[in-house]
């Protein structure tokens, strides 16, 4: 989630479980130890320039649920020793210092970007992908809850808004694992009349709300994508088909970078030819054709392709267009063209339709 998200959400967790006395200490602290995590940023950069290592290696050991107790004993531990506050009411302040600690990998874990909750382990990234990274009807309540806080100090209004900020937060991630299954439920059920019951699958909400979501799911050639808005839509979803360069993909499948950002991604990933190099798209994060992490991997070599050191890539895309259409496609169901394909360009057999 974005770093304000993390610092409110670290702050209400800190401040409601110390003591009333602690409370305004408490929210600073919890704001830091939310976004504390986050951090694993400066270090990556100073160890590598590689684009891939540096998107890959985020949220690994610095959100990991079996070092970050670790870290936060042994803050507490450190602010014990000192006395003040953490001495006067020790039980309480570990219990906020782990709290705060550990509840952003697991936020973080609610988006589709992957969170290596159990690193080292051997095991992908974990992406419940039931929240957008930004998403203020999540927010807001954890900041409302803060702000009440601050000013109310030891009073007993400051702990029932922050018990309230929490809750109402928590809900909302509990909605949007339930508008999730609802739109993998008619996802699953369209796949399955296009022969694609079994295809590798995501959803994710679009930008900033629960309403309307993006369900993606790989083909022979390629993916289809389409959304669902569970405010408008009835019937059928509809998928829109895009090939991809899996012959290519798979002549460099055994580069490192490859095989890591495949690992990383769960192999949601698009593969095309430009300017002479192969670039590779996350399609987790973005929408056909435009994607938030492109990498080159490749340069044609004659009929093969040379390895090169990856390099991110990024060309201009009309954001603010795209945000006003979600926007407007949470409460409209796009009418299908009398000349369109029902299966909107996807064959029975699951490849997508030239």
Sequence with gaps: MDSLTQIVLGAAVAAAIAPAGHRRAALLAGAALGTLPDLDVLPINLLTDDPIQRMTWHRGISHSLLVLPFVAWMIWEGCRRRGGRVAAAPRRWFWAIQ???????????????????????????????????????????????????????????????????????????????????????????????????DAPRFSVPMPFNILLWRVVAITPDGFVEGERSLVADRGPMRFRAYRSDVRAWMQVADYPGVRRLAWFNHGFMKAEQRNGQLVLSDLRMGAEPDYSFRFAIAEREGPQWREIPPQQLEWPWEASRRLAGVWDRIWRSPEQHPSEPAAAGVSATGSPGT
């Design 99 to 197: 709290l705060a600690l550990c509840t952003h990998p697991l936020l973080d874990a609610f988006t589709v970007y992957g969170t290596q909750l159990l690193w080292p382990l051997p095991m992908r990234p974990v992406m419940w992908s039931s929240v957008f990274i930004i998403d203020p009807m999540y927010t807001v309540w954890l900041l409302l809850a803060c702000l009440v806080a601050w000013f109310a100090r030891e009073r007993r209004l400051a702990r029932y808004v922050l018990v309230l900020g929490l809750s109402l937060s928590s809900l909302y991630l509990v909605a949007s694992l339930g508008a999730k299954a609802v739109v993998e439920r008619e996802a699953g059920r369209a796949l399955a009349s296009l022969g694609l019951a």
